[in-house]
């Protein structure tokens, strides 16, 4: 087990969120870890297929960062996209059919797993190749800026959050993009998922700054180091990098440190990572720690939490039959929504 670096602490306020907010975020943790659990039994019985990669123990971060966002803030996502989906609010039907290759994907039954993309919900895709949708990501945030200041579009004020992993922090568009988004001071935030493994590789042999938040420092733009698995901490660093992004400021590098509880796939026989790590990790699960939180401090009671979870489990459920009853793409349609519609 390789040393394990020491998760940041961030002084939240008591008085941080209301019952409102705290139940919203446990249930869009709940949501996510629940579809995984789901996604895993269906890939197992043989109702999905090719390469399935789930996001259990990393929710924190993608509740954290989208739901601290606007509904037409811009959200791009990697290979490891479910979560990310349903936190920009893309229908868990949508989800699920489009995992199960149907029509009423919200990718028409043509991206799968990997490949989730909605028009309506400023999901701007789930992309395969690692670190391809840095680019993308940081050209959303581009045109929103050009639209503000060259077009004149006072509205034009929306964000973009790009999430990827630590193995993406070694590749060229990494820098390339945080150097572009520093120049432009564009409203991005690059969240960097470091759950310390790039597929096989430990993040500490494969990196000779292992501190990928200090990289911003380079770029002259604002690294945060958070807690990834605490999503009170998240939503702080990402409110406030949003209001800085909103106002003009320029892009933030926000590291969250956090762990997937699975392999890297579910073809994955997670072999190369010790018990002891595991463990270290699983003792940290961020719905535990939100859960515990709202008892705590008396904004939720274990009954609250319990009822969110069998209607999220209810939700997942009614996805799945959604699914199994959705139509195949036509074959006739083969060679629709290749080009934009003009």
């Keep these: 087990m ?36 789901k996604c895993a039994e269906m890939y197992y019985r043989g109702r999905m297929f090719g390469f399935v990669h789930l996001y259990n123990g990393q929710e924190a971060v993608s509740t954290g960062v989208i739901k601290a966002m606007r509904p037409d803030d811009y959200v791009c996502s990697t290979y490891r996209d479910h979560v990310h989906a349903l936190s920009a609010g893309v229908p868990p039907r949508e989800v699920m059919a489009e995992l199960f290759g149907k029509a009423t994907g919200c990718s028409k039954g043509r991206g799968g797993s990997m490949h989730l993309f909605s028009a309506k919900h400023h999901l701007l895709g789930g992309f395969a190749f690692v670190a391809e949708g840095i680019p993308v990501a940081t050209g959303a945030a581009f045109q929103t800026m050009y639209r503000r200041q060259v077009m004149g579009d006072a509205k034009a004020d929306q964000v973009t959050a790009c999430f990827f992993g630590d193995g993406a922090s070694n590749n060229g568009q990494f820098f390339e993009c945080l150097n572009m988004a520093a120049l432009w001071k564009l409203p991005i935030l690059f969240v960097v998922e470091n759950n310390k493994w790039a597929i096989g590789m430990a993040h500490e042999r ?26 009170l901490a998240v939503r702080t660093v990402a409110e406030a990098a949003i209001a800085r992004a909103r106002a003009g400021e320029g892009p933030t590098l926000i590291e969250a440190l956090t762990y997937r509880f699975r392999g890297h796939s579910l073809a994955d026989p997670d072999e190369l990572r010790s018990k002891e790590e595991k463990e270290f990790w699983l003792k940290r699960d961020p719905i535990k720690k939100l859960g515990a939180y709202l008892v705590e401090q008396e904004l939720a009671t274990t009954e609250d939490l319990r009822a969110i979870e069998q209607k999220v489990q209810a939700i997942v459920e009614d996805a799945v039959a959604f699914a199994e009853e959705s139509p195949e793409p036509k074959p006739e349609e083969l060679y629709d929504y290749i080009f934009a519609d003009e």
């Design 2 to 37: 390789v040393q394990e670096r020491s998760l940041p602490s961030l002084s939240i306020p008591q008085t941080t969120i209301t019952r409102e907010q705290g139940l919203m975020l446990y249930e869009d943790m709940v949501l996510g870890r629940t579809f995984e659990d």
């Design 206 to 231: 494969a990196s000779s700054e292992t501190e990928i938040y200090k990289k911003a420092k380079v770029f002259g733009m604002v690294g945060e180091e958070v807690d990834g698995m605490d999503v």
